[in-house]
């Protein structure tokens, strides 16, 4: 009965929490569309959320474009069909290398950061003295996140894409010594617009779950440093798992037959 009882804990625990966190969404979410729009907090969260993550997925997404190069290279070596990277590459970065890479090292950066901001303002009471002073916590903490990262992970993963794809583009041609016309030519053949498209689609709700879950997380942290720390690596965790769950249900949304 003892294991019984822990089974029914546990499930009754989670179903509080996700009751909480789409309470906690819903009433983001309805800030979000809601006016006054703290315009100086949001371009504030865009510069934080897009210019100062571009060093890190770039380089993420130039060298997974070159290690996908050379390593579909190999595995295509085997059956004469080599000149099917360009294709794969393409295709791969285009659809989930980009974005998938992308959310995952902005959840490391910004999830964290977020967490860890709110985090600290709540267990040092200075989310209480904004309501004291008037001040929605919503409307002045959360609100601008979410509406940044939902904004900025697109621009990031066009980004990831072109600097992934230059990536393959390199060693391609430098390195296992495709013409690089023909190069360009098939990865510009294959590639259509859904496949661009689906992935800025994940992009944007990628950026939305890692600034929810860092707000959620901060927002509800206790018990001082301790409870920050706890609640900056629950936001990086949970958002890298919704991340790659999303990441399913979009691509079954897009490319299931």
């Excluded at 600034?211 to 206790?222: D, N, Q, R």
């Excluded at 890298?240 to 299931?256: D, G, H, K, P, R």
């Amino acid at each position: 009965m003892t294991f019984v009882a822990n089974v029914g804990s546990f499930f009754l625990s989670f179903l509080a929490h996700t009751g909480r966190l789409v309470i906690f969404a819903a009433i983001a979410l309805s800030h979000c569309v809601r006016p006054p729009f703290y315009g100086r907090l949001i371009l504030r969260q865009i510069v934080e959320i897009g210019y100062y993550s571009l060093p890190v997925v770039g380089l993420t997404a130039i060298f997974s474009g070159m290690v996908l190069a050379l390593q579909s290279h190999v595995g295509f070596a085997r059956f004469s069909a080599e000149g099917a990277v360009a294709t794969v590459v393409v295709l791969s970065v285009t659809r989930e290398l980009g974005p998938v890479l992308a959310g995952l090292m902005v959840a490391g950066r910004i999830g964290a950061a977020m967490a860890a901001e709110i985090g600290t303002m709540r267990v040092t009471d200075q989310i209480d003295a904004l309501t004291t002073l008037s001040t929605n916590p919503f409307k002045y903490l959360v609100a601008p996140r979410l509406i940044a990262g939902f904004l900025m992970l697109p621009f990031l993963v066009l980004v990831a894409d072109i600097i992934g794809v230059f990536g393959g583009y390199l060693i391609g041609t430098y390195k296992l010594g495709f013409n690089p016309a023909i190069y360009l030519q098939r990865s510009w053949e294959f590639l259509q617009a859904v496949d661009v498209i689906s992935g800025l689609v994940k992009a944007a709700v990628f950026g939305f779950l890692i600034s929810l879950m860092g707000c959620y997380h901060g927002y509800h942290s206790t018990g001082g440093a301790q409870g920050v720390g706890a609640a900056t690596t629950n936001a990086v965790v949970s958002a890298s798992m919704l991340i790659l769950v999303s990441n399913y249900v979009i691509t079954e949304l897009f490319f299931a037959r």
